[in-house]
């Protein structure tokens, strides 16, 4: 069956340093690939979306490719902020399946 | 506009009662979809309507839950006979049409206690 695996947390930063997120999955077919976001007491969001291979994803500086032949979709920031401190989920859905598939989450936490 | 809606907020029982936790979409949303988040089982899909075709209840996780949608808009997930592992927050999304590339709004969630 489908499955996201995504890069164990916590990790904590100081502001303006770089973030990495892995996420690898495993999918029949080709899907869509999706960040979601989850802020303290809020509830989940999406940050970016990618539908087909080479796409990129953007939103409020975060990026993610659609890597196809690595199966992944690492999500990445330049220069983190502390108002990004959330937990990230990586996510996917194929077109037989409409439901979202989600990774464990990543606890992010961002130090002034 | 107005963003899907879910109440109660919280919900604490006792094992072995019945529950009721409810969701309005976004209006206009044909996709409407369950979702439960617990500690140890992360995000996991429960089931999802679709307009008026059959809801795919595979991710059921037992015959003591079921949900409904009454003219393709409010949605109702009823957990009965309530175990201390149905404790979790419930999460209801929509989306435009349900297709594999669109966004799922998310509620905030109802969070259940079970004693």
């Known amino acids: 069956g489908d499955s996201v695996t995504q890069m164990e947390g916590p990790v904590t930063l100081s502001e303006e340093a770089c973030l990495t997120i892995n996420c690898t999955y495993t999918a029949t077919g080709y899907p869509s690939l999706f960040w979601y976001v989850q802020y303290p007491g809020e509830g989940l969001q999406l940050l970016l979306k990618a539908t087909k291979a080479d796409d990129k994803g953007s939103n409020k500086g975060f990026e993610a490719t659609y890597r196809k032949e690595t199966t992944s979709f690492h999500l990445e920031k330049g220069s983190v902020q502390v108002s990004d401190s959330a937990v990230y989920f990586c996510?996917?859905?194929?077109?037989?399946?409409?439901?979202?598939?989600f990774g464990s989450g990543t606890q992010l936490t961002v130090l002034p | 506009g107005a963003g899907v809606s879910q109440s109660p907020s919280n919900k604490v029982t006792e094992k072995g009662k019945d529950v009721e936790l409810r969701c309005d979409p976004i209006?206009?949303?044909?996709?409407l979809y369950w979702y439960r988040q617990s500690l140890g089982q992360g995000l996991e899909f429960l089931i999802y309507f679709q307009g008026n075709s059959a809801p795919d209840k595979s991710g059921l996780p037992s015959d003591r839950f079921s949900a409904e949608r009454t003219g393709g808009s409010v949605s109702t997930l009823t957990i009965q006979r309530t175990q201390q592992e149905d404790s979790a927050v419930y999460l209801c999304?929509?989306?435009?049409?349900?297709?594999?590339?669109?966004?799922?709004?998310f509620g905030p969630g109802t969070r259940l206690t079970v004693l």
């Open positions: 999304a929509s989306s435009s049409q349900g297709l594999a590339g669109d966004e799922q709004f």
């Open positions: 996510a996917l859905m194929t077109g037989s399946a409409r439901q979202l598939t």
């Open positions: 209006s206009g949303h044909t996709a």
